[in-house]
């Protein structure tokens, strides 16, 4: 297989964000397809970086003979809990190493799927949302999926969110490739069993900010929670129940429920709809950030899961809500 970037029919230009799936089912299989595209980015000047389990990270370097550009990281400080946080390592380390003088940065990734569906659900997004999220970095990106341990629909959604798949045959177009913007639309907004219990408090009417996040603040007293945790959680509430108001239609109103393990609130407003699937995962503005737009892409990364209803996903497409989730650590 032809791992260079220039010419040639299925090869990457510079720039743009090729994002290639790899589905193997032994270590030798893995190593066999991807130590051949990291030798190839070395020899052609792009940095090579690794960020998989520490077993599949062992063997890639093996294969390289321990060359020392070879940079291995550990994956849960490039694939955190919350995604948002994984683009912007990306993107950080993008521009670490084109500063640097490489030509490309090339990763091989082995996220964390978790072992929920909810958590599975997740990570799907983020596979299809950096298709565009990454696009214009200069990344390329090469996701393994280990199919011995993996669930079907994470396996199945390898297909759908990465362009083109890497077999023995060949790097290859993926017959499910779907466009980002259309899949994210079909995935479902999880159930969350809390919903469906009388809320610890309830506003039908938010206009008294400060009095709401005290009342809040109040409610949250009592979680079996780190201080850190709540304020994180009692800002992502602020964040968005002042977008509700900025931007949505009256009345907008919040819902706040306590479990065993988590924290839930949503905040729904009047609006007529959500139609933007790549929302809060960057800055509304870019790089501009004194033009604000920061309050959802804040919101994801303060809360675990942040899930959004409006139009096609909510009874009658007559109101936006925003659903925020923390899990109690």
Request: proline share 8%.
């Given at each position: ?6 010419g ?6 510079p ?29 052609e000047?792009?940095?090579a970086?690794?960020a998989?389990?520490p ?25 955190r ?6 683009i ?16 490309r940065?090339r ?13 599975w ?34 396996l ?43 809320p ?25 929670a ?18 509700a ?8 109103s ?10 839930v609130?949503?905040?729904?407003d ?60």
């Amino acid at each position: 297989m032809d791992w260079t970037t220039t010419g040639g029919a299925g090869r990457p230009a510079p720039g743009g964000f090729p994002h290639d799936a790899l589905l193997y089912d032994s270590t030798e299989q893995l190593v066999a397809l991807a130590a051949p595209f990291l030798r190839a980015g070395l020899a052609e000047g792009d940095a090579a970086v690794v960020a998989t389990r520490p077993d599949t990270a062992a063997a890639l370097r093996e294969a390289l003979d321990d060359d020392p550009r070879l940079q291995v990281v550990e994956r849960h400080a490039v694939y955190r809990p919350r995604t948002p946080e994984a683009i912007t390592t990306f993107r950080r380390l993008a521009e670490q190493c084109t500063a640097a003088g490489a030509g490309r940065v090339r990763v091989v990734g082995e996220a964390d799927y978790g072992r929920t569906e909810r958590d599975w659900l997740e990570w799907e997004r983020y596979e299809s949302v950096i298709n565009r999220a990454l696009s214009g970095w200069n990344l390329w990106g090469l996701c393994a999926f280990d199919t011995r341990q993996l669930p079907d629909p994470v396996l199945e959604s390898a297909g759908r969110t990465h362009s083109r798949l890497v077999t023995a045959d060949g790097r290859v177009p993926s017959p499910s490739y779907t466009d980002p913007a259309a899949y994210l639309r079909t995935l479902p907004i999880p159930d969350e069993p809390l919903e469906r219990t009388p809320p610890r408090l309830a506003a039908a009417d938010v206009r008294d900010f400060i009095g709401l996040r005290h009342a809040v603040a109040a409610e949250l007293a009592g979680v079996p929670a780190g201080a850190d945790l709540v304020d994180d959680f009692l800002l992502a509430v602020d964040e968005m129940a002042s977008n509700a108001v900025r931007h949505g239609l009256p009345p907008v109103s919040l819902r706040l429920w306590t479990g065993a393990d988590r924290i839930v609130c949503t905040i729904t407003d009047g609006g007529p709809g959500w139609d933007d699937p790549f929302a809060g995962y960057g800055p509304a503005h870019g790089s501009d950030l004194s033009r604000g737009g920061m309050g959802l892409w804040l919101a994801r990364q303060l809360c675990d899961h942040v899930d959004i209803a409006g139009g096609d996903h909510h009874p009658g497409g007559e109101t936006v809500s925003v659903r925020l989730t923390t899990f109690l650590r």
